[in-house]
């Protein structure tokens, strides 16, 4: 297995088109992107043994940042998600039909579009709003010929992640301030049936001019087993409290700040 290997690459300016939804209630209009600028790229560049311990498929999924085609001044941003088989180890020069042999023929079922489908469905507004999706196979002069290419496009939502060092070094009455938001939009969040693989602070957009917060990061959403309640450990998952006995310190955080406040269930705030 390598996951060091490029394949979505030189995509900056082009455009990516999506065809129109039409099955309530995906209702999303034929669009077209413009990419702007590639933001990761994670492949599972797999060998023929791999592929005979049935490890997984031999795929890489890359993320982008865009901006609509129609106007060069609209100011939206969405982030976009290529899925897209790529060859074995070792046969990327073969011929086109030796590696469209490879094809699978149906596309996996991608965990982030579940999740983002499923969020549209119950009307979730407290993640970034799904903006698009479309499957296709892969043309004869591509990698895999018939491979399938999974797009996924959801909205930029207002703010940043937070960053801990600096949420902690702010006044008790911010941190709450925050916690509180964080609460309203996870409790509502819980309903939802899907999680991030990794719970953590980059997981929360805060928008501090506004106030607005969404949850992100569903690559690898993770369904919830049973139905979930709010509890304090939620603020701990996410970096919002620690643990009384066992401080976690950024850098540049004054380890003694004066209204950090320990509770008696062993919680700093």
Known sequence: MDSSMEYLTDLEGTQVTFDAVADPPFNFPAQTWIILEKLSEDSNRLTKEDIAAE???SDTAGKFL???ASE???NRRAFLRIYQKVPIAGTETKNAGIRANQ??????????????????????????????YQQRQQDHDEGVPGGYITCI???????????????????????????????????????????????????IIYDKSSG???????????????????????YFQYGLIQPSNNRFYWEGTPP?????????NGWTW
Do not use: N
Not at 106 to 119: Q, Y
Not at 212 to 233: R, Y
């Open 103 to 132: 094809a699978v023929d149906t596309a996996p079922d991608h965990r982030e579009l579940i999740a983002f489908r499923t969020f549209t469905e119950l009307g979730c507004d407290v993640v970034p709003r799904l903006l698009g």
């Open 55 to 57: 490890l997984a498929p």
């Open 212 to 234: 607005q917060m969404h949850i992100c990061g569903f690559k690898l959403a993770s369904p919830f087993d049973e139905s979930q309640q709010w509890g304090d450990t939620h």
């Open 153 to 203: 496009l959801w909205e930029k939502v207002p703010g940043e992640s937070l960053e801990l060092t600096e949420f902690w070094r702010l006044p008790f009455s911010d941190r709450q301030a925050i916690r509180d938001k964080f609460r309203q939009v996870y409790t509502r969040f819980l309903l939802c049936g899907y999680m991030p693989c990794m719970a953590g602070p980059s997981k």
């Open 72 to 74: 060069e001044d609209d």
């Open 66 to 68: 865009c901006r609509p």
């Open 256 to 264: 003694e700040t004066t209204d950090w406040i320990e509770d008696v």
